[in-house]
């Protein structure tokens, strides 16, 4: 198992030392991990494949049970609090304790018996950036509460658990990929999954010459939420309008090119656009697995850049700044790849880089954003680690 690095041991011991000030008491302590994606692009709510990983940016959350049924949160990276009762639960009004308290709620929607809790978090995966930190407080959330009150839910259902919270309380209607990837990754491997069934498999990547950098623009545009909403509902159109002739098709997962050209084409060239992207994606994850369980890391750095133009030019989830990141570093040699990643609109472009440009390029590419864009751009080397596990069992 991947062991916690220097700089998250030091966020680990500050988190555990503020809830000892705090609270008075020693706590659990738990970790869960952001997430990559490979390929595999708003393809998990159109029931999909992804190709995501679990990296080594984690939140951090520090718990104890209480006697009465209240919720005591502290945020270390907000330096605030917030309390309530189990038996009170409400949307905030501050956005960061909802990710903790959806997924109480979701867990009490289960009839599933939770006491009060003191808990402390923060960690250091970059927020707004693409890396799905709040999907990683969900799942810390979610696991920590299971092996807190011996819940017996199983990996799966955390997930969804944290996914529904997100859904529900946050009211952001994502997949299930983020979730997924911060309860199910392990070290060195990718996850592909498949997100009409849930069977996933482990696909090696431990590349000797190349690593994946990430690029991160340090936009976020306004329209993030909205378009995301959006592009599920189009995409929900492009089904329906194939299920006047084929009600077997239940998404666009059963979709074909065919289908899109003759049912989707004549009435909306929009709802046909961002359906095709999807229904390409889709197969481009399934030869993406090809290509790496054949090491064949050029051919799968070429469909990285097909999933970029497509993202670009018929799902239009892109911006000026994800593409100016792409666009400098392709004619590098050795740049197998790059692509936007996550839900667009800003975040971070994934790039798969020979390991001995790496600096170069980074720098280079840095340099160019800033005189171009007149912004400056964060430089993440990522690697891939184990999902959403306990650090320390309270008493230990
Ligand atoms: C966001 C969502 C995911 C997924 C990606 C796009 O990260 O949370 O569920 O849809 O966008 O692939």
Not at 6 to 35: M, W
Not at 277 to 282: A, D, F, K
């Amino acid at each position: 198992m991947k062991t916690i690095m220097p700089e998250d041991a030091q966020i680990v011991h500050d988190i555990e030392q503020t809830f000892k000030t705090k609270y008075n008491s020693s706590p659990s302590l738990f970790c869960s991990p952001g997430r990559i994606n490979l390929i595999g692009e708003h393809t998990d709510y159109n029931n999909g494949l992804v190709l995501p990983a679990a990296i080594d940016k984690y939140i951090i959350l520090a718990i104890a049970p209480r006697e009465d049924n209240e919720v005591h949160i502290f945020s270390q990276d907000y330096q605030d609090s917030y309390i309530t009762s189990l038996t009170h639960i409400q949307v905030s009004g501050k956005l960061w304790p909802d990710y903790i308290m959806g997924v109480i709620d979701e867990i009490q929607k289960l009839d599933k018996k939770v006491r009060g809790v003191n808990i402390v978090f923060g960690g250091n995966i970059p927020q707004g950036a693409g890396l799905s930190s709040s999907a990683a407080v969900e799942c810390a959330t979610a696991y920590a509460l299971n092996s807190l009150f011996g819940l017996d839910l199983n990996s799966l259902e955390l997930a969804k658990i944290s996914q529904a919270a997100e859904n529900e309380f946050v009211g952001v209607k994502c997949g299930l990929m983020d979730q997924f990837a911060s309860t199910f990754g392990k070290e060195n491997k990718l996850i592909r999954l498949d997100c009409e069934t849930y069977e996933y498999k482990y696909i090696p990547f431990d590349t000797n010459d190349y690593s994946l950098i990430l690029f991160d623009t340090q936009v976020k545009h306004s329209l993030a939420s909205s378009a995301y909403n959006e592009r599920r509902q189009q995409c929900e159109y492009g089904v329906q309008l194939i299920q006047k002739h084929h009600p077997e098709v239940r998404s666009l997962r059963q979709a074909s090119l065919e289908m899109l050209d003759k049912f989707v084409k004549p009435q909306d060239e929009i709802t046909y656009n961002r359906c095709e992207y999807i229904v390409r994606e889709i197969k481009r994850v399934e030869d993406s697995c090809i290509d790496l369980l054949g090491a064949n890391y050029s051919q799968f750095g070429k469909r990285m850049f097909q999933t970029h133009a497509g993202l670009r030019d018929q799902y239009e989830v892109s911006c000026e700044e994800l593409d100016f990141l792409v666009d400098h570093v392709k004619d590098y040699p050795e740049v197998l790849g790059a692509r936007m990643m996550g839900g667009g609109f800003g975040g971070c472009t994934i790039n798969l880089i020979e390991n001995k440009a790496m600096d170069k390029i980074a720098d280079n590419t840095a340099k160019a954003y800033s005189q171009t864009m007149g912004k400056s751009m964060k430089i993440y080397p990522v690697s891939i680690v184990d999902g959403t596990r306990m650090l320390i069992k309270k008493g230990e």
